[in-house]
C-alpha cells in the first residue's frame, strides 16, 4: 500500500498494488472526490498494470499530466499526487516480496567494445537466466554504443529483455546516447532512456548495494 497527500486541499489518494513474476498484476486505488486526482489515478492504473514497476518508477509527474488533455495548470499538480501514491506501492510491494534482502548490484555499462557482448552476453546474462548470479540485479545502463544492445532484434537484447521482466531489472539507456543514434524509437519495450536523475528516481524504491562500472 501507498499513501500521499496534500492536507492543504485535503486531497489523499492510496494505491494498492500487488507485483507477480516481475510484472504489476493487480492495481487498486481509493482517493478524494476530486475528479482530476480520480482521472489521473485511473488513466495511472491503466499505464501501469502489465508493466514491470521499473518503468513507473522512472515516470515523472509531467509524463502522466501530459496525457490528460485539458486540465487547468493549478490542478495539474494532482498528476504527481497519484504517481508518489503508486511509486510508494510498489516500493513495498516489493520489499514484500523480496523477503530478507540480498546484495543488490546495479551495472553501468560505459565502455565501448566487448563489454556488452562478452562480460553481459557470455557471463552476466546466462548467471540470471540460470539463477545462479549470486545477487540480485537492480538495473543496468547502457552508455555509448552499448545502446544498440537494447534496440528491437538483438539478440542479446531480447533475452536481456525476458530477464528483466522475470526478475524485475531496471533496463535504461542514456537519452543523450540515443537520441545521437536516432534509435530512441527503436529499443525493446520496458526499456527506458534518460539521464542519471532519472536512473537514481528509478531506484529509490528498490536501492542497490553497489553500482559496478564496466
Not at 501501469?48 to 515523472?60: C, D
Not at 516489493?94 to 556488452?116: C, L, N, P, W
Amino acid at each position: 500500500m501507498g499513501r500521499a497527500e496534500k492536507p492543504e486541499e485535503r486531497l489523499q489518494v492510496v494505491f494498492f498494488a500487488a507485483v507477480e513474476e516481475g510484472s504489476i498484476a493487480r492495481l487498486e486505488y481509493q482517493a478524494s472526490t476530486c475528479a482530476t486526482l480520480l482521472a489521473y489515478c485511473e488513466l495511472l492504473r491503466r499505464l501501469a498494470t502489465g508493466t514491470v514497476p521499473g518503468a513507473v518508477l522512472a515516470m515523472r509527474p509531467w509524463d502522466l499530466a501530459s496525457r490528460l488533455h485539458g486540465v487547468p495548470v493549478r490542478k495539474q499538480d494532482r498528476a504527481g499526487l497519484a504517481l508518489a501514491a503508486l511509486k510508494s506501492a510498489l516500493g513495498g510491494a516489493e520489499r514484500k516480496g523480496r523477503g530478507a534482502d540480498r546484495m543488490r548490484v546495479a551495472y553501468i555499462f560505459s565502455t565501448q567494445g566487448h563489454t556488452v557482448s562478452y562480460k553481459l552476453g557470455k557471463m552476466i546474462l546466462p548467471q540470471l537466466e540460470e539463477d545462479r548470479h549470486g545477487a540480485e540485479v537492480a538495473g543496468m545502463f547502457f552508455f555509448e554504443d552499448n545502446v544498440y544492445f537494447l534496440r528491437q532484434g538483438d539478440p542479446i537484447g531480447e533475452r536481456l529483455v525476458a530477464v528483466a521482466k522475470k526478475n524485475n531489472i531496471l533496463l535504461m539507456c542514456c537519452d543523450q546516447c540515443c537520441y545521437e543514434r536516432e534509435i530512441a524509437g527503436e529499443l525493446f519495450d520496458g526499456v527506458q532512456i534518460g539521464c542519471f536523475p532519472d536512473l537514481y528516481k528509478a531506484l529509490e524504491a528498490n536501492p542497490p548495494h553497489q553500482v559496478i562500472t564496466l
